[in-house]
C-alpha cells in the first residue's frame, strides 16, 4: 500500500462519508477491529488490517467514485492549481476551498501523522526557506508554521513586530514583500490590518499564506479546526453534515470564526447557533453569505445557555480586545463563560469543546474555563496539535511535494515520548 492503512482508512471513510459504524458494516468488520486498524502503530492495541479488506475497500471506493464522475465533471490538476487565488498559489482565504479540495488537503494531513507525531522525518522541502512575517503577537500560529516547515526539511527566518522590521521606518508593503521574495521561497504574514496580506500577496509570485489579516480572516487556523471536527466525529463515530456547531464570545473581530463558519458551509445541514454578547455579533455579511447558500440553519443568542442546547460542538474565543475602536465592554461577564456545569447541563456527553486559543486565564476574564482541563470532551490540545499536520500539509500543497511525502519518510534517530502532555490518554490515539 501507497499510504498507511489509517490514512487509506480515513480517506476511504472521508469518500464515502459514513460513520466509523456504517463504514464497519459496509465492509462486514466489527466497529472494534476497525478502530485497532485506526490505531497509531505505537499504540499496543494496534492491528494490521488484512489485505483482503483493503482490496475490498478499494473497489468500494473506486466504485463510489466513478459514479460520483458520471454525476459531475471529476476534478483534475494538481490541488494547487485548483485552489489557487489570482492565478497563484498562495492561500488568503478559506473561500479558496470547495468541500472536495479541503478533504484532499485533509488527506495530505493524514499522510504527515507520523512526522508529526515524531516517529518519521521527511526532507522534501530541503534547501527551501520560509519567510514569516509577524507584526502581530503570535506563539501557535508563528513556531507551528515555523515547525511545519522544518519538519518537511527546510528552514526558517522570521521577523516579529513592527519595531524590528524596516516598516518601522516607513516601507511599504510593497516594497516589503518584494525584497522578502528575493530572499525565500514561501511567507506566512500576520499583519493588524485586513486585506493586508492580499496586498503582500499581490507584490510576489511566491506563495504566500495568511496567518492573520486583523478581524478579517485565519484560513490555517479555521482548515485546522475543521480537521480537529472531523478526526474527533470519526472518533465519536458521528457525521458533520446535519451537525449542531454553537460559536460563542467575540463574532465581531474574531477572525478564526469568520473563516470557520465559511469553511463549515461547505459541508450539508449544520445548525449554527452564534452566541456573542450585544455589540460582538457576527458582521451581517458574513451571515448573508451563509445564508444564501439556504442549506443550513443559522441562529443568534445572547445567551450562553440557550445557544449552547444540544450543541455538538463548542468553540469558544477570547474577547479581541486589541482590536476594539468605540465599544464599551470589557469583557466576558461570568455567563459568559463556558464551564464543565454549563456543557454538562446543555450538551450530550460526546459533545466536544473547542477554541483557537489562547484563553485568557485571568482573573475575571472569564474565557474558556480551565475546570474543563482533564475532560476529554476538551479538544483544545489536540486541536492546537493538529496545526502541525494541516500546516505541513499547506507547505506541501503549495509548494508541489505531496505526492514525495510518503516515500520521502524515514524513521526518527531519537526516542520522542508517546506522551507529549498530562491529559493525552494516548498521544493522539483517540483517531
Ligand atoms: N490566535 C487566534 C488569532 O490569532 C485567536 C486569538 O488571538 O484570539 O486570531
Avoid at 466509523?20 to 485497532?36: E, N, P, Q, S, Y
Avoid at 502581530?136 to 500560529?141: I, K, V
Avoid at 521561497?185 to 493586508?196: K, L, N, T
Wanted: hydrophobic residues 40%.
Amino acid at each position: 500500500m501507497a499510504v498507511s492503512q489509517q490514512v487509506f482508512l480515513r480517506d476511504a471513510m472521508r469518500r464515502l462519508n459514513l460513520t466509523r459504524d456504517i463504514f464497519a458494516a459496509r465492509i462486514g468488520v466489527k466497529r472494534r477491529a476497525l478502530d485497532t486498524w485506526l490505531l497509531p502503530e505505537a499504540s499496543q492495541e494496534f492491528r494490521g488490517m488484512p489485505e483482503v479488506v483493503q482490496r475490498f475497500v478499494t473497489e468500494i471506493v473506486e466504485n463510489e467514485l466513478l459514479l460520483a464522475k458520471y454525476a459531475q465533471s471529476a476534478q483534475s490538476g494538481p490541488l494547487r492549481d485548483r485552489i489557487a487565488t489570482n492565478g497563484k498559489h498562495q492561500l488568503l482565504s478559506v473561500e479558496q476551498f470547495t468541500r472536495e479540495s479541503v478533504e484532499e488537503l485533509f488527506s495530505v494531513a493524514d499522510i504527515m501523522q507520523p512526522i508529526a507525531r515524531r516517529q518519521k522525518v521527511s526532507r522534501v522541502l530541503e534547501g527551501a526557506v520560509l519567510g514569516n512575517l509577524f507584526f502581530e503577537a503570535s506563539t501557535r500560529t508563528r513556531v507551528s508554521f515555523g515547525a511545519a516547515f522544518c519538519r518537511l526539511g527546510g528552514s526558517v527566518c522570521d521577523t516579529t513586530g513592527f519595531t524590528f522590521s524596516s516598516m518601522a521606518k516607513g516601507e511599504s508593503i510593497y516594497d516589503t514583500s518584494r525584497v522578502m521574495s528575493g530572499y525565500v521561497d514561501a511567507m506566512v504574514i500576520r499583519h493588524p490590518e485586513q486585506g493586508s496580506v492580499a496586498e503582500f500577496a499581490r507584490a510576489t509570485n511566491i506563495p504566500v499564506v495568511n496567518g492573520g489579516d486583523g478581524a478579517g480572516e485565519h484560513p490555517s487556523q479555521a482548515l485546522l479546526d475543521l480537521y480537529t471536527i472531523l478526526t474527533e466525529f470519526s472518533r465519536l463515530g458521528k457525521l458533520l453534515d446535519g451537525a449542531h456547531i454553537a460559536v460563542t464570545g467575540d463574532l465581531k473581530y474574531g477572525r478564526t470564526v469568520h473563516s470557520l463558519v465559511k469553511l463549515l458551509a461547505l459541508y450539508r445541514g449544520l445548525k449554527f447557533t452564534l452566541i456573542s454578547p450585544p455589540g460582538l455579533e457576527m458582521p451581517a455579511e458574513i451571515i448573508e453569505q451563509i445564508a444564501r447558500q439556504g442549506k443550513h440553519v443559522i441562529e443568534q443568542y445572547h445567551s450562553l445557555e440557550e445557544g449552547l442546547k444540544d450543541a455538538d460542538v463548542i468553540y469558544a474565543t477570547r474577547v479581541q480586545k486589541e482590536r476594539f475602536s468605540d465599544e464599551q465592554l470589557e469583557g466576558y461577564t461570568a455567563d459568559f463563560q463556558v464551564s464543565k456545569e454549563v456543557v454538562d447541563r446543555c450538551c450530550a456527553p460526546d459533545a466536544i469543546v473547542l477554541h483557537p486559543l489562547p484563553r485568557d486565564s485571568r482573573e475575571g476574564a472569564h474565557d474558556l474555563s480551565t475546570d474543563l482541563n482533564h475532560d476529554p470532551r476538551l479538544g483544545i490540545f489536540r486541536q492546537a496539535d493538529n496545526g502541525i499536520p494541516v500546516r505541513m500539509a499547506i507547505f506541501a500543497v503549495l509548494l508541489g511535494v505531496e505526492n514525495l511525502v510518503q516515500h520521502s519518510m524515514r524513521d526518527v534517530t531519537w526516542s520522542p515520548p508517546s506522551h507529549i502532555g498530562p491529559e493525552d490518554a494516548v498521544f493522539h490515539g483517540m483517531y
